[in-house]
T-cell receptor
């Protein structure tokens, strides 16, 4: 069966510091991968998605970036965090387009 | 107009009652429809997928889709306090090909 791992679960970072969140999927090949952010009391905002290694689509202009160095690895990064980057970051995968997405446990990011 | 609209609630029902959650979408080309349950502080969990008009039943859950009316609903029979959560409607296809567009979610509270 397929599983998705996301870490860390909780992160507290100062403003201006860098960020790296990692997500890996097991039990499937060439999944579609997604990064979302959910602000407190708000809906899910799609940040990036990838249909293959090195292929990244950005949905919202911001100071975040994503990379997919391996088939089942998806990384969310920032060089300098802003206060507005606080939120609940979720990684998800799907088999292909039109199929349901399955979420990791998420990372709760607080910026001080 | 929001692409996917849900009543934010909260919707409060007594234990044992039927909870009815509604969702409308604006893109007539949408082809895949999903319901997710999100407990407070947790990541979304897929509970139903529906792709064609009509009803789809899975245990206590029934999803209903009406593409002509651009409407999808979720019925929860014999509601339990453990069903208390935020329910997210998600739509794929059409202009959002390859991506899911989420509604803001409906908060459901089932009281004993």
């Amino acid at each position: 069966s397929q599983t998705i791992h996301q870490w860390p679960a909780t992160l507290v970072q100062p403003v201006g510091s860098p960020l790296s969140l990692e997500c890996t999927v097991e039990g499937t090949s060439n999944p579609n991968l997604y990064w979302y952010r959910q602000a407190a009391g708000r809906g899910l905002q799609l940040l990036f998605y990838s249909v293959g290694i090195g292929q990244i689509s950005s949905e919202v202009p911001q100071n975040l970036s994503a990379s997919r160095p391996q088939d089942r690895q998806f990384i969310l990064s920032s060089k300098k965090l802003l206060l507005s980057d606080s939120g609940f970051y979720l990684c998800a995968w799907s088999v292909t387009v039109g199929q349901p997405q399955h979420f990791g446990d998420g990372t709760r990011l607080s910026i001080l | 107009q929001k692409e996917v609209e849900q009543n934010s609630g909260p919707l409060s029902v007594p234990e044992g009652a039927i909870a009815s959650l509604n969702c409308t979408y604006s893109d007539r080309g949408s082809q895949s429809f999903f319901w997710y349950r999100q407990y407070s502080g947790k990541s979304p969990e897929l509970i139903m997928s529906i792709y064609s008009n009509g009803d789809k039943e899975d245990g206590r859950f029934t999803a209903q889709l009406n593409k002509a009316s651009q409407y999808v609903s979720l019925l929860i029979r014999d509601s339990q306090p453990s069903d208390s959560a935020t329910y997210l409607c998600a739509v794929s296809g059409g202009t959002s090909y390859g991506k899911l567009t989420f509604g803001q979610g409906t908060i459901l509270t089932v009281h004993p």
